[in-house]
């Protein structure tokens, strides 16, 4: 089969942009269709847009929107307001993709969709809002969460899909493996701390969602989240978010929370000296807790959790495990890297965990009580592990650079 009669089936690139009704020619030419050369044509609006007319577009248009990004698994749907247009793009494999323009007069109406749905306040564009869409309303697989905000040009509206680790378990997640064991191994504690760390989007949330799964999965464990927000309702596990306009933050939520007698604690996130604290507290009483922490490596969790911290022995005693993760793509599988319909022509298709751990034992404690942090190092690194993907012919070696 050819590339281009490929590129003609359900659910590639072009029947994605609707280019079969708008009698795109596709064929004679040979060459690979390319997510650069669709989009020089228009764009996905462009094929929404001849698909959905007449007065009551918008809702329409909408909804297909959202199940064409969720088709071609994107994480997000990206609506800046331009004067009365606005430019469409979606984040797919975590990069950033033009998919046209809605034109002035559909624009809004679109935005006004939106907010409808998420029940935000339509008339308000000059304070940001946050809302979720049922995903009965929209006919996507998962609810959306969205979040306006005010620019310059006018409002911004971003949407985030939640699809792809439905049913993940850590197993599933990719990690290399002496990661992933020390992963299971923490799970099957009864105590104790695991950070993860790694930037926005690195996939901390879908590890912190696999653990959980493999946690509720063994019955029997009280298992509490406190997220900001929830981003995924789980099964067995009771989930709750921090409200920080009526006070409940994440310090005030886990002092609670610890009282509806949890064996598991998920803190969303620890970014002050209280919420260090409590989770360190409640390690060493017999909690198993998991967190994130803004730090860019494994040394740099224990620094930070120091600054939150004075009590060297605490976070000696209860930190088991740190997890320091990066999401990179994955080579397409279809042509390793040459470009090809499967792939949209960019060469990648999925995204690769790169992680490295940390399991302090006594020397690392040592260095930690001394505060003598330059000396605490994970083994392999990030980087070890990513010239090892490189040379598994998994990524290249510019994806690892971006990522690390
Ligand atoms: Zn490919």
């Not at 590639?12 to 997510?35: A, C, D, E, F």
């Not at 094929?47 to 009551?56: D, F, I, M, S």
């Not at 590890?207 to 997220?227: F, M, N, P, Q, S």
């Not at 990030?382 to 290249?396: I, N």
């Amino acid at each position: 089969m050819s590339e281009l009669t490929r590129a003609n089936e359900p659910g590639v690139w072009s029947n994605w942009l609707g280019l079969r009704q708008r009698g795109v020619p596709l064929s004679g030419t040979g060459t690979i269709v390319t997510k650069q050369t669709l989009m020089e044509s228009g764009g996905l609006m462009a094929g929404l847009l001849a698909e959905c007319t007449g007065a009551e577009a918008a809702p329409g248009l909408l909804a297909r929107l959202a199940a064409e990004a969720e088709r071609a698994g994107a994480s997000d749907i990206h609506i800046q307001m331009r004067g009365e247009a606005a430019e469409v793009r979606l984040r797919l494999d975590g990069v950033m993709t033009d998919a046209g323009v809605l034109p002035s007069g559909l624009a809004e109406r679109v935005c006004g969709r939106v907010k409808f749905l998420a029940r935000l306040k339509t008339y308000q564009e000059s304070l940001p809002q946050d809302g979720r869409i049922d995903k009965a309303d929209i006919g996507t697989a998962a609810d959306v969460r969205v979040a306006t905000y005010p620019t310059v040009t006018g409002e911004k509206i971003v949407l985030r899909l939640f699809q792809g680790d439905q049913e993940r378990v850590v197993g599933d997640l990719g990690l290399p493996e002496g990661a992933r064991a020390a992963v299971s191994r923490f799970l099957k504690q009864s105590s104790g701390l695991l950070l993860l760390t790694g930037p926005a989007g690195s996939g901390k949330t879908t590890t912190i969602h696999a653990c959980l799964r493999e946690l509720a999965a063994e019955k029997g464990r009280h298992i509490i989240t406190v997220e900001d927000p929830v981003e995924r309702v789980l099964p067995g596990i009771m989930q709750t978010e921090v409200n920080e306009a009526r006070g409940l933050d994440f310090a005030c939520a886990a002092r609670h929370l610890l009282r509806q007698d949890p064996q598991v604690l998920v803190i969303g996130e620890i970014r002050d000296e209280s919420t260090a604290q409590i989770a360190l507290r409640a390690a060493l009483t017999g909690h198993l807790i998991i967190s994130t922490l803004h730090a860019g490596s494994c040394r740099g969790v224990f620094e930070r959790l120091s600054s939150f911290c004075p009590d060297a022995s605490a976070i000696a005693s209860a930190t088991s495990l740190v997890l320091n993760q990066r999401l990179v793509r994955r080579l397409c599988r279809g042509c390793a890297g040459g470009g090809c319909p499967g792939c949209l022509g960019t060469g990648f298709a999925g995204r690769l965990v790169l992680a490295e751990f940390l399991a302090p034992g006594d020397e690392v404690r040592n260095l930690v009580l001394s505060r003598e942090f330059r000396g605490i190092r994970a083994e392999p690194t990030l980087a070890d592990c990513g010239r090892e993907r490189v040379a598994a012919g998994l990524t290249t070696e510019a994806e690892v650079l971006r990522g690390l």
